[in-house]
């Protein structure tokens, strides 16, 4: 291999930018990796403030039933009424939306108690809007002949 001294090296590419075309693209520099994609800016959790105004709504709803055993003329009633008050006032004009949303929570409530897809008595179904799950049939009894198959 031909010794070739530096300055003649430096002519040599000198020489091959002369001969690109311009407008030619020179090779691609490496890049030092990917980059980091821009931050997003942190949005509000809103299921979590939703499922907090159901929680106040169902809460809203069993102090009005607690409100009719202990009377509304108590002071124990006018402190119930009070805190009636407080709540409404968190879920103003929210509280359909919330009330549309409480059926499916406390589905979700019962689902997660043990064996609750079968103590669900009919007038809890009915209030939620759901059917009972149809009961299954019952299993052959032994020695009983099984009906006959249909062609």
Do not use: C
């Not at 499916?104 to 019962?110: D, G, M, P, S």
């Not at 007038?123 to 006959?148: D, I, M, S």
């Amino acid at each position: 291999m031909p010794d070739i001294s530096p300055e003649r090296m430096k002519s040599l590419l000198a020489a091959d930018a002369e001969d690109a075309a311009p407008g030619a693209a020179s090779p691609p520099e490496p890049q030092a990796g990917p980059l980091p994609s821009p931050m997003s800016t942190p949005e509000p959790k809103m299921g979590n403030r939703e499922g907090a105004l159901v929680n106040l709504s169902m809460a809203l709803d069993l102090i009005e039933q607690a409100l009719i055993g202990l009377g509304s003329e108590s002071p124990e009633g006018k402190q119930v009424q009070s805190a009636m008050r407080a709540l409404s006032g968190i879920l103003g004009a929210k509280k359909p939306k919330t009330d549309e949303l409480q059926a499916a929570e406390i589905q979700q409530l019962l689902g997660q108690l043990p064996k609750a897809g079968g103590n669900v008595t009919p007038e809890v179904q009915a209030a939620l809007g759901t059917k009972p799950p149809a009961p299954a049939a019952p299993p052959p009894q032994a020695g009983a002949t099984p009906p006959p198959m249909a062609a």
